[in-house]
């Protein structure tokens, strides 16, 4: 904050003060109904004394004014000072990170995420946490040499590229162990933003009962292939934004078992699920909007199981199932307007059995292809509260 120079301060201070003092006066001649004053009396000895003992009053409060203008400013000069050091220090502290992290040694690298994620703890403000972050996540995304394999030929670059796994996965870790704390903790990164776009997720990252309530955790064009894991586990979404769009699940898994939706925006568009496994089962829909428009379903299992949609859109339109498993079994749709609106169907790879439909307010006209097992006989069940089917998949009667 700009701190104004001393005279002016002093000048608005005394000003504030008279206006202060004459209110005063004014408020007190008024409650006692002075009428006038009295200009045939002589100032006596005792009414002289008062008068220099009220000036003796009012030079010291002004004395006191200025001794509280002073050290209002001194303080304010201070607490800058201490942040323009702070933040000297730390500009120093992350130069020297970013070298390390810099380094032809898998060691001095990893010594660099270490001291970078340091940093972003003992930021002096947001800005430089952000950062600090965007370099981890930006030597993420960096590409690397895939693994030459551990033949006797090949021994020192499978090394190498073990160690250069090792500083991935480690930064992987760090972020969701910080994302993981409340928000307002110490050390905790929770409402910064993450962009791990076109990153191949080849390790674990846990974000297990962490609050998504702000800033923008990207994953668009990643890809989870074996080994690559990432847990949303009991996590609470409530703002922000997860951004899954064009990632590829190629034999990775994702977890939002038990995790609520209650807010923000969720995007699974053009994502292609080939193999590996994505949980939703237990799930709480109540909010927000999850996206999942062009995605293909083309083998894995994606699991909505036991899911239950109170609020918020889900939105499956133009989406294609072509194989593998998408499982909506024993799934409550009860208030969410959840669309498969235009999606296209092939064979038994769509389960709805045990499915329970509360008012219409999931929409599978314009669907194409074959109608998902079991969605047919939970539409029956559902009576009047039925799903909006296309004309060749309506209810038969009972």
């Given amino acids: 904050m700009r701190l104004w120079k001393v005279g002016r301060a002093l000048t608005l201070t005394f000003a504030a003060a008279v206006l202060v003092a004459g209110g005063i006066f004014y408020g007190l001649v008024y409650l006692l109904d002075f009428q006038e004053i009295d200009t045939t009396k002589k100032l006596d000895a ?3 004394f008062d008068l220099v003992k009220l000036s003796f009053g009012v030079v010291a409060g002004a004395g006191a004014l200025v001794a509280l203008v002073v050290a ?11 942040h323009r050091e702070a933040t000297r220090l730390h500009t120093e502290r992350f130069s020297q990170a970013v070298e390390q992290l810099g380094s032809d040694s898998p060691a001095v690298r990893l010594g660099g995420v270490h001291a970078l994620a340091g940093l972003a703890d003992d930021a002096p403000d947001n800005n430089l946490r952000q950062t600090c972050i965007d370099v ?3 030597y993420l995304q960096l590409p690397f040499t895939p693994d030459p394999g551990n033949d006797p030929a090949h021994q020192q670059e499978h090394h190498r590229y073990l160690a250069l796994r090792k500083v991935r996965h480690t930064i ?3 972020i969701g162990d910080h994302y993981r704390r409340p928000q307002g903790t110490h050390r905790s ?3 910064c933003d993450f962009d791990l776009t076109g990153v191949t997720i080849d390790g674990p990252i846990d974000f297990s009962g962490a609050t998504f309530s702000g800033g923008k955790v990207s994953f668009h064009g990643a890809t989870l292939n074996s080994g690559g894991t990432v847990s949303f586990k009991g996590a609470t979404f409530s703002g922000g934004t997860l951004d899954f769009n064009q990632a590829t699940f190629d034999g990775g898994n994702a977890s939002f078992y038990q995790a609520t939706f209650s807010g923000g925006l969720m995007h699974f568009g053009y994502a292609k699920f080939s193999s590996g496994s994505v949980f939703f089962n237990s799930a709480m829909f109540s909010g927000g909007l999850m996206h999942f428009g062009n995605a293909t379903f083309d083998g894995g299992t994606v699991s909505f199981r036991y899911a239950t949609f109170s609020g918020g859109s889900v939105n499956f339109d133009r989406s294609t199932f072509p194989s593998g ?3 909506f079994k024993r799934t409550t749709f009860s ?4 669309s498969f609106s235009g999606a296209t169907f092939y064979g038994r790879t769509v389960l709805f059995e045990r499915s329970r439909f509360v008012g219409r307010t999931v929409d599978f006209r314009d669907a194409r292809g074959s109608a998902p097992q079991g969605l047919i006989d939970a539409a029956n069940a559902a ?3 039925a799903p909006a089917l296309p004309a060749t998949w309506m209810p038969l009667d009972p």
């Fill in 46 to 48: 005792k009414t002289l």
């Fill in 72 to 82: 209002y400013r001194r303080q304010r000069v201070d607490e800058a000072g201490a």
């Fill in 136 to 138: 981890l996540c930006a």
């Fill in 172 to 174: 992987l870790r760090l």
């Fill in 189 to 191: 990164w929770q409402g």
């Fill in 325 to 327: 498993i998408t499982d």
């Fill in 335 to 338: 208030g969410a307007a959840v």
């Fill in 383 to 385: 009576s009047a509260t």
